[in-house]
């Protein structure tokens, strides 16, 4: 399968074409974004009505407010930021609606975390291989708090490198490590303790 040519060769022809409202470059932008931002939403959200209405308000907000987009950051990350702020509001609304407790992990400092690399760590290869420890890895996600969620979705199973999950946080690349990091641990003690009780 030979891959789609866009209208819009780069990204700058792009960001230029969908601000003057051309509606070639919003079909490209869809075309050429849709999987991937839907795949970061369900990850979010576990679920598929919510990740298609998350991917549905976020294209409406490029839409919307391709303006006020100053080229800082790559497309990709403000597309990211703005799914990830959607999702994460739409993860708010079910928590109020459950009175969920606050999690405790929420609020991370801005200096710890410098000891994570800035390359992506790989998951055990056996993690990878049974699709009940990847099930299990998908439970474990919705028991971490929207941010850290959002943290660990990005750098280790979107593949985006620390700058990025910044960029697309909004925060600072020490909070973004913290949040990986802790996010990690959370994890793994979630997963250790699901084994143990299975074996």
Request: hydrophobic fraction near 45%.
């Amino acid at each position: 399968m030979t891959a789609p040519v866009f209208p819009f060769a780069d990204e700058e022809a792009l960001v230029a074409a969908l601000k003057a409202g051309e509606p070639a470059a919003y079909e490209q932008l869809i075309e050429q974004y849709a999987e991937q931002v839907y795949r970061v939403a369900f990850r979010l959200l576990q679920n598929a009505a919510d990740a298609e209405d998350a991917l549905q308000e976020a294209f409406l907000a490029v839409y919307l407010r391709i303006g006020e987009f100053q080229g800082e950051a790559k497309l990709s990350s403000w597309l990211y930021r703005i799914v990830t702020n959607k999702a994460l509001d739409i993860i708010r609304k079910r928590q109020r609606k459950t009175e969920a407790a606050t999690d405790a992990l929420e609020d991370l400092g801005d200096d710890a975390g410098e000891w994570i690399p800035d390359q992506q760590a790989t998951l055990p290869e056996d993690w990878a291989e049974r699709q009940e420890i990847n099930d299990l890895i998908a439970e474990g996600l919705t028991h971490l708090s929207p941010k850290l969620r959002a943290a660990f979705v990005l750098f280790e199973l979107e593949g985006l490198s620390m700058e990025e999950v910044a960029a697309a946080l909004n925060v600072s690349p020490s909070a973004a490590k913290v949040r990986v990091h802790r996010a990690r641990l959370a994890l793994r003690q979630f997963l250790a303790q699901r084994l143990q009780v299975e074996q």
